[in-house]
């Protein structure tokens, strides 16, 4: 059903294409479409995205395990205030998918993520580690209660059924086919044009992937000769068109594969659902506690 939903969509998105440019000259048939702008690769659509558990949807899930972990500490006395993970700064399924891509960013913040030397992690919390995280042996007891497998956090990851990151075969399903396009003659072509770009601009670099790789990060902030390579690197995406060509194949290789499991998806989809209601009941139970 899903399935079928994102098809008609990109033949919406593909008709006012079409319509946009019309009349006027036409382009090859063959050519994947151009993007509104390369900096606006993070909101490119894939055919997996509704089975993705999203950052909104993550953000639910983990307000709910940490309620649930702060009522189960509370059962062996023990009274913390758990910090909700922070995961950083919120990346759309296709944000640096297709490496950096937005010149603004290239500019202002090289490679790094914008917040990176800000952020800190959260403080220690000073809770009994067996009643937190489990025993090393079963049947152990604290209190007088026995402690859950996995402890504290393996009963509410359980209550709202499971860690909250995307089901297995939906990552594999995003890995594979953003890798197998790699391998595909159009984006070999596109790679090969872009290496060229970047050194003509005094860079060598075969793949896009080599210059977030080249040590940057391990600095706090960007340097001068970062940003020059990445603000490189994003204009030669533009000019060589690689990220449209890339995300064309991707799709491509996507829509195949969401065709191929479609019935373990449906019940992917269910399972979402199922636990994004589950969470958002403790929510509700502790909002009105």
């Given amino acids: 059903m899903l399935l079928m939903h994102w098809r008609r969509a990109r033949l919406v998105v593909a008709a006012t294409a079409v319509l946009a440019v019309a009349p006027g000259c036409a382009s090859d048939p063959g050519a994947p479409p151009a993007p509104p702008g390369e900096a606006d690769a993070a909101h490119l659509a894939l055919p997996i995205e509704p089975y993705l558990v999203g950052p909104d949807d993550a953000a639910v899930l983990d307000r709910a395990t940490v309620t649930l972990v702060e009522r ?46 800000t952020r800190s992690g959260p403080a220690p919390v000073a809770v009994d580690d067996t009643v937190l995280l489990g025993a090393t042996t079963p049947g152990a007891t604290v209190a007088g209660l026995a402690v859950p497998e996995g402890g504290c956090v393996g009963e509410a990851s359980r209550a709202v059924g499971g860690a909250p990151g995307s089901a297995e075969i939906v990552q594999r399903i995003n890995a594979d086919s953003v890798s197998g396009a790699m391998t595909d003659p159009r984006v070999v072509a596109a790679f090969a044009a872009w290496s060229a770009c970047m050194a003509d601009a005094g860079y060598d670099y075969d793949d896009p992937w080599q210059p977030p790789a080249d040590g940057w990060l391990e600095d706090a902030t960007p340097s001068t000769e970062e940003i020059a390579v990445a603000t490189a690197d994003v204009a030669c995406k533009e000019s060589t068109r690689l990220v449209a060509i890339w995300h064309h194949v991707d799709v491509e290789l996507q829509e195949e594969l969401v065709a191929a499991h479609e019935a373990e998806l449906a019940l992917v989809e269910r399972d979402n659902r199922r636990r994004l209601e589950a969470a958002r009941e403790v929510l509700a139970d502790g909002q009105a506690g």
């Fill in 72 to 117: 189960c500490l509370r059962r062996f006395g023990e009274d913390a205030d758990l910090p909700v993970p922070d995961p950083g700064p919120r990346l759309g399924p296709t944000e640096r998918r297709y490496g950096l891509t937005d010149p603004a960013v290239a500019a202002t913040h090289g490679y790094h993520l914008a917040g990176d030397a």
